[in-house]
C-alpha cells in the first residue's frame, strides 16, 4: 500500500492514554494464546510429516490434525511455506535444546552416554519428520529455497553451541569436528536404515559400541591409551 503524499497542516495531538493493567494483561494473554495455538499447528505439521509424509501434507490435513478450521490456521500462517518454515526452525531449535541438556551436564560429558542420548534423539519423532522434508527438498525448489538456508544457519549455530559446550576439546579441533562428524552421519544413518527396514535393529547396540570407540580414539588426552 502507497503511503499518501498529501500534505496536511499538523495540528497538535493529545497525548496517547496510558494502557491499563488491565488492558496489558490482556494483550500478554492474547499473545501468549497465540503462540500457543502456533505451536499445535507445528507439532500437528510434524505429526502430519510422521503419518503421511511430505507429499500429503496439506495445510487443510493439518488444521484438522490441529483441531483448527483452516481459517483459523490461516490467521497464524498465510500460507504453507510459511508453516514449514515456522516447523523447521522449530524442529531445530529442539534439536539444540536437546544437544544443550545433554551437554552442559559435566557428569555426562562420558562419550557412551553422549552417542546414547543422540541415538534417542534420532528415534523420535521430530527426526522423522526432519528427513521427510530434507529428502523431499531435493527435488521440490520451492522447500530446498526454505530448508537449505536455514540448515546452513543451523550447522553455525551447532557448531558454535557445540565449541561452548565442550571446551576439553578446544585444542583438538579437528579430532572434535571428526568425531562430530561421525557421530552425526552414524547415527543418523542407522537411525534412517531402520525405519526403512535396511538395517535390523538387533545390530544397533553393536553398532553404538563401535561409534563409542572411534571416537575415543579421536579424543587426544586417549592416546596411548588402549580401547577395547
Not at 553422549?114 to 527438498?137: C, G, N, R, S
Not at 565442550?166 to 569436528?177: L, S
Request: proline letters at 5%.
Amino acid at each position: 500500500m502507497a503511503l499518501s503524499r498529501t500534505r496536511t497542516t499538523r495540528t497538535a495531538k493529545p497525548a496517547a492514554p496510558k494502557a491499563s493493567p488491565a488492558k496489558n494483561g490482556g494483550t500478554t494473554l492474547q499473545a501468549t494464546k497465540a503462540a500457543q495455538t502456533r505451536g499445535r499447528l507445528i507439532e500437528a505439521t510434524v505429526r502430519c510429516l510422521v503419518k503421511h509424509g511430505y507429499a500429503n501434507t496439506t495445510t487443510p490435513r493439518v488444521a484438522e490434525e490441529a483441531g483448527l478450521s483452516r481459517g483459523a490456521m490461516m490467521h497464524h500462517f498465510e500460507n504453507g511455506a510459511a508453516l514449514i518454515k515456522a516447523t523447521i526452525i522449530e524442529l531445530h531449535e529442539k534439536r539444540l535444546r536437546a544437544f544443550r541438556r545433554a551437554a552442559e551436564k559435566p557428569e555426562e560429558h562420558d562419550v557412551d552416554t553422549l552417542v546414547e542420548v543422540y541415538w534417542a534423539q534420532v528415534q523420535k519423532p521430530a527426526f522423522i519428520a526432519f528427513h521427510e522434508l530434507a529428502v523431499a527438498a531435493r527435488t521440490d525448489k520451492d522447500l530446498g529455497a526454505i530448508l537449505f538456508p536455514l540448515q546452513e544457519e543451523f550447522r553455525e549455530r551447532f557448531n558454535a553451541q557445540a565449541d561452548a559446550l565442550f571446551p576439553e576439546w578446544r585444542d583438538a579441533p579437528a579430532q572434535f569436528d571428526m568425531a562430530m562428524n561421525l557421530s552425526q552421519t552414524i547415527l543418523e544413518g542407522m537411525a534412517i536404515a531402520v525405519q526403512t527396514g535396511a538395517m535390523d535393529k538387533a545390530k544397533v547396540p553393536a553398532m553404538l559400541t563401535h561409534l563409542e570407540n572411534q571416537i575415543r580414539a579421536l579424543m587426544p588426552w586417549h592416546k596411548g591409551v588402549a580401547v577395547s
